[in-house]
């Protein structure tokens, strides 16, 4: 099905003469596209890929269909065509143009010089390097990072498509009258004061450099790398000068952010160069007590060691633990910021040279629902659609994800469907940012989303608007399923969502009928004690309605970490070998028991929350936690705390010294995503690779490399050298990534499965059907809770600056400069309420532990209802998570935590 608002496209075949070469093209084509593909360079100013601007008019052309010049950026070439790019004409009129822009161009200062493509033109058509400031308006420096010269800015547009149709954050606008026209941000405001959300897009297309980052100036070499930030997988150019990354812009062709990035991608890259990295092994002094260094010297605590020294010492208590007290006294946690290559080398050490399946990653903590519930539905657990494919849908659902600021890239492809003509349902029990672009907002009560969505799947079913043809021959489960419905009808929807039932009633129409339909969530609905069957009957409308294996279409759930989907991919789990081959099935089992030359665990290891409780009952006795701040990321933070004091031995591998490596015996130092080789997998599934822009600092080394040397010491070699040998390995034992190599990946990312050296990827999954042969419906089951003697129910999330616990995103000045504080936000009612004015400061209390913390009032919240991040230091949010978990997946339920508040003494 065609999306309503898309242009159709006759198929035409075109005979043109181009410059004297003919050309035989297909389609409608703009002259500029042509020439380009074909090497010719016209020159252009205003040239905006996808739009038509068409201001600078430097790109004119002369075709024989035509009287006049013609811009090629926005005219079709038409059979028959004979086209002229460059003549005496052309040049005179361009040369022309040059002059008038360049008359009205200041003179430039610092670095911008270098990055004006006006400079660049006038040079090759040999003009005087005038221009003068005139009554220009003076510089613009109240952004944090950018600047904005006036003088410099020959209205070309660029910035305006950037900033509102690409990005969708309409904070530039275009005002005055002939010569004086101009761009402005929020209506006259100054760029530092204005809505300005720092994605540097507008910096990114400026072609004279008016608008500019501060600190630019031309690089000694680039680098095309993968953000090391949120599972989108932008691509990015970064500009290095000397030993340090001096800007970063985002790369258009064939990639997933096509040039966007947000302002962690544009600005975050400088914890790279910190100060403060791990750049020696360090082992604990003796006598000093293992735990939090509350404000100490690092090296009062710990002294720094050879490699030698710290393999010997992990080698050894590894042997003495499982010697003692068996391999299950042993647990890893990998890190999901490390490579695909780093992630297989963990889980491989574990199993094979420490004989452990206590194998997980940060996917437990967020997304395992969301993976589980998807592969017992469908057989994968990932991602069903590329990104750009929300673009041809025509009704887009987003749940339990505040997109605009955990990933701004994903929110700028939705908010441009909805603009093209999509209808946009947002689902939350916040007024997030993207509520305001969407065409419906159902503010639903916190926790009532399985009653929500097993709701409108009971009407759809009722009122035949399911898929019977689809349901039919692709699913099973349908009788059972209808039954379980039954107590979901639209009356008692309403008074537990809180959102009418003839609303409701509407959104599962929409989302059955004006198809193709997509959805979209994150951890607003997995982090809660039964986020398996939110997710469950996110999965089961999709079933019911065929919205599955269509453009357009889709279940998508929106990752968090980098590598988050990678880890799990490369068997970062415990039960789970690379690929989801199970390790409990014989035949698997074996397979890799061969290829690998050793016994492997029979029986599934503990998840990492599970793990804590382990140790903190001294079941567990050692953890080696590779690039995961434990202490603050896990549920109950002082439980988390006692469990790894509780330990006899804790090694953490990091590249700074976080809150969790304050509470190790061994800490190793580790790489940073600037200075590895190998593989991210994006939340659509598409394998990129990351380049190494550096070398690690000091002695500090590649993740897998430890994991190498620390198998070797153990007696047991994990049979590689470099990161190309272990994709190699990979691919001979995955059978969805058997056609990928790294040197197939440096033409551009693949979606797996991949399964042989001729696929191109799977872009879209289960198309012809599931992927387990037919999906299964699964029954979900409603309890309300009592919330007891803690009156309000606070959520946790994300800021857009800050990432997860800001290791990495807190070292950056620009990010610190435009980042807010720590405040707990409530309803303004509430605060009133509670006797509190913005600022105040309040002790926040659940059955978990206390905090104390500054609080505001936010209208985006329903009364009862409150809202922190878990950024910060300074508020350490999960001290008042409880350690409950989802049955299924043990997923904490970060956004169940019930608290009370008590107002503080100033």
């Not at 080398?345 to 940060?362: E, P």
Request: aromatic letters at 6%; hydrophobic letters at 35%; one cysteine or more.
């Amino acid at each position: 099905m065609q999306c309503r608002y898309m242009r159709v496209r006759r198929a035409l075949k075109l005979r043109i003469n181009i410059d004297g070469k003919l050309l035989d093209v297909r389609g409608e084509r703009y002259i500029a596209d042509i020439a380009g593909e074909v090497g010719i360079a016209i020159p252009a100013l205003c040239r905006y890929e996808g739009h038509q601007n068409g201001v600078c008019r430097l790109c004119l052309v002369r075709t024989s269909s035509s009287q006049k010049l013609v811009p090629s950026c926005s005219t079709l070439a038409r059979e028959g065509d004979e086209i002229i790019t460059d003549s005496q004409e052309i040049s005179s009129y361009r040369r022309t143009l040059l002059s008038m822009v360049k008359e009205h161009h200041a003179e430039h200062t610092g670095n911008t010089g270098a990055k004006c493509e006006l400079e660049k033109y006038t040079e090759n058509y040999s003009l005087d390097h005038h221009g003068h400031r005139a009554d220009f308006q003076p510089p613009d420096r109240s952004h944090a990072a950018i600047d904005f010269d006036p003088g410099l800015c020959i209205a070309c547009r660029k910035c305006v498509i950037a900033c509102n149709d690409e990005q969708g954050n309409n904070v530039i606008a275009m005002t005055g009258r002939g010569m004086s026209v101009g761009i402005t941000f929020d209506v006259l405001e100054p760029m530092g004061s204005s809505g300005c959300v720092s994605c540097g897009a507008c910096v990114d297309v400026c072609p004279t450099g008016a608008l500019i980052e501060r600190t630019w100036a031309p690089a000694d070499r680039t680098v095309i790398s993968t953000c090391p930030y949120c599972g989108v997988g932008c691509t990015v150019e970064y500009g290095v000068r000397g030993d340090r990354i001096i800007w970063a812009r985002g790369v258009n062709e064939n990639t997933v952010n096509e040039g966007k990035l947000c302002v962690k991608g544009k600005f975050g890259w400088e914890f790279e160069s910190s100060g403060d990295r791990l750049t020696r092994p360090l082992i604990r002094r003796k006598g000093m007590k293992r735990g939090p260094l509350m404000g100490r010297d690092p090296y009062e605590v710990f002294r720094e060691a050879t490699w030698e020294e710290a393999m010997e010492l992990l080698t050894r208590m590894i042997l003495v633990t499982r010697d003692k007290y068996g391999p299950r006294a042993i647990g890893g946690i990998a890190c999901d910021r490390g490579t695909n290559e780093d992630v297989y080398a963990f889980q491989k050490l574990m199993r094979v040279a420490v004989g452990s399946d206590n194998i997980d990653q940060s996917a437990t903590l967020c997304h395992a629902p969301s993976a589980a519930m998807l592969s017992y539905a469908l057989g994968t657990g990932a991602s069903t659609n590329p990104v750009h494919d929300v673009l041809k849908s025509r009704t887009i659902m987003v749940v339990g994800s505040n997109t605009d600021r955990a990933h701004p890239v994903v929110s700028s492809y939705i908010k441009k469907a909805s603009r093209l003509g999509s209808t946009l349902i947002v689902v939350d029990p916040r007024r997030v940012e993207l509520a305001g672009r969407a065409d419906i907002f159902l503010q639903l009560k916190p926790g009532s989303d399985t009653f929500l969505f097993s709701a409108m799947a009971r009407y759809i079913l009722e009122n035949d608007l399911y898929d019977a043809r689809y349901v039919r021959d692709h699913a099973e489960g349908l009788d059972e399923y209808r039954r379980s419905l039954s107590p979901f009808d639209l009356v008692t929807a309403e008074r537990l969502t809180g959102i009418p039932g003839d609303v409701i009633a509407h959104v599962a129409t929409l989302y059955a009928t004006e198809k193709p339909s997509s959805i979209y969530w994150t951890l607003g609905i997995t982090e809660h004690e039964n986020g398996s069957d939110n997710v469950s009957s996110l999965v089961n409308l999709a079933i019911i309605t065929g919205n599955l294996g269509i453009e357009g279409g889709g279940l998508n759930p929106i990752r968090g970490q980098n590598n988050v989907q990678g880890g799990a991919d490369m068997g970062g789990t415990s039960g789970s070998l690379p690929g989801y081959q199970s390790l409990l099935d014989g035949k698997t089992r074996a397979k890799f028991q061969e290829a690998w030359q050793s016994q492997l665990p029979d029986e599934p290891g503990l998840k990492s929350t599970d793990m804590i409780t382990e140790a903190l009952h001294g079941k567990l006795r050692l953890m080696y936690i590779s690039g995961e701040n434990s202490v603050r990321s896990h549920p109950d933070s002082k439980e988390a705390e006692r469990a790894l004091e509780n330990l006899d031995f804790l090694a953490v591998q990091d590249i700074f010294m976080t809150e969790t490596a304050e509470f190790a015996d061994l800490v190793l130092p580790a790489a940073s995503a600037f200075e590895k080789y190998g593989t991210f997998t994006n939340t659509e599934r598409r394998i990129q690779m990351v380049r190494r822009i550096f070398d690690p600092p000091g002695d500090a080394r590649e993740d897998w490399a430890i994991y190498a040397e620390l198998a070797e010491h153990l007696g047991h070699g994990l049979g590689f050298k470099n990161s190309s040998e272990i994709m190699e390995e990979i691919s001979s034992l995955v059978p969805a990534w058997a056609g990928v190599s790294h040197k197939r990946l440096e033409g551009g990312g693949l979606s797996w499965p991949v399964p042989d050296r001729n696929s191109s990827g799977t872009g879209i999954l289960h198309v012809d059907h599931p992927m387990r042969g037919m999906a299964r419906l699964r029954p979900v089951h409603w309890n309300d809770r009592d919330p007891g003697e803690f009156p309000y129910l606070l959520i946790t999330g994300r800021m857009r600056e800050q990432y997860h616990t800001a290791t990495m995103t807190s070292r950056s000045e620009v990010i610190s400069r435009i980042t807010d504080g720590p405040f707990m936000e409530m309803n303004p009612e509430d605060m009133r309420s509670e006797g509190l004015k913005d600022n105040d400061l309040v002790g926040v209390e659940s059955g978990s532990g206390k905090i104390t913390c500054r609080v505001r009032g936010s209208g985006n919240l329903q009364r009862g209802v409150a809202f922190t991040t878990f950024h910060f230091p300074e508020l350490r949010a999960n001290v008042l998570t409880p350690h409950t978990l989802d049955p299924v997946t043990r997923t904490p339920a970060y956004k169940d935590t019930r608290i009370r508040i008590l107002k503080e003494e100033r």
